[in-house]
């Protein structure tokens, strides 16, 4: 039981450039989360999808698209990425039971813009 | 002002002494509450949650909330020096649905 894994663990991109980042859960959750890490800013909520087939924005969602998948996978694209996206991602995943809030995060990927 | 507030610190406590870490928030309405633990480098470690007013103690973690005046506070006994990391406090406000607001988090370090 892996829980939640995140590919790649690191990734340097150059302005402009695309790429995805992906995530996988092996706990039969329906939600899913992306947030990016900054210092001093604490976690902030990228995108969501609250079960398999919905997704919606969250407080930072300029720059990004995601796909929900399948209820295991859900990605996390940046179209053309620019220095404001350096930042460490983590994707986290919740059962979706309702009145359970707790969320269980996988190991970031840390991301270099120039 | 923040929805989630925690203070930066950095904390500093001697070994087997007891770390107290606060955080308040702002919507009354919020239901759920939640202790993150983050070593450096590492991603957010969940190590309590609580839903009521009152204490709620798992083994030499302690988390205490008080709707009232908006506050939750973490009371580490025993500190050791692999207690020394990040603790994020996040909330679950109402109408929030399925999400989580975090604080920035209080950096604690553990002296020997």
């Known amino acids: 039981n892996a829980g939640v894994t995140q590919t790649p663990k690191f990734q340097v991109l150059k302005t402009g450039q695309s790429m995805t980042l992906q995530c996988a859960q092996d706990?039969?959750?329906?939600?899913m989360y992306w947030y990016r890490q900054d210092p001093g800013m604490g976690l902030r909520l990228i995108y969501y999808s609250a079960s398999e087939g919905t997704t919606d924005k969250g407080e930072v969602p300029n720059g990004y698209n995601v796909s929900r998948l399948n209820k295991r996978e859900f990605s996390l694209r940046l179209e053309s990425a620019a220095p404001s996206q350096t930042s460490v991602y983590f994707c986290?995943?919740?059962?979706?039971?309702?009145?359970?809030?707790?969320?269980?995060f996988g190991p970031g990927t840390r991301l270099t813009v120039t | 002002q923040k929805e989630v507030e925690q203070n930066s610190g950095p904390l500093s406590v001697p070994e087997g002494a007891i770390a107290s870490l606060n955080c308040t928030y702002s919507?009354?309405?919020?239901?759920?509450f939640f202790w993150y633990r983050q070593y450096s480098g590492k991603s957010p470690e969940l190590i309590m949650f609580i839903y009521s007013n009152g204490d709620k103690e798992d083994g030499r973690f302690t988390a205490q909330l008080n709707k009232a005046s908006q506050y939750v506070s973490l009371l580490i006994r025993d500190s050791q020096p692999s207690d020394s990391a990040t603790y994020l406090c996040?909330?679950?406000?109402?109408?929030?649905?399925?999400?989580?607001?975090f604080g920035t988090g209080t950096q604690l370090k553990v002296e020997l």
């Open positions: 919507d009354r309405g919020s239901q759920s």
């Open positions: 986290a995943s919740r059962t979706g039971t309702s009145g359970i809030y707790e969320q269980y």
């Open positions: 996040a909330v679950n406000r109402a109408g929030g649905g399925n999400k989580l607001t």
């Open positions: 706990m039969n959750h329906n939600s």
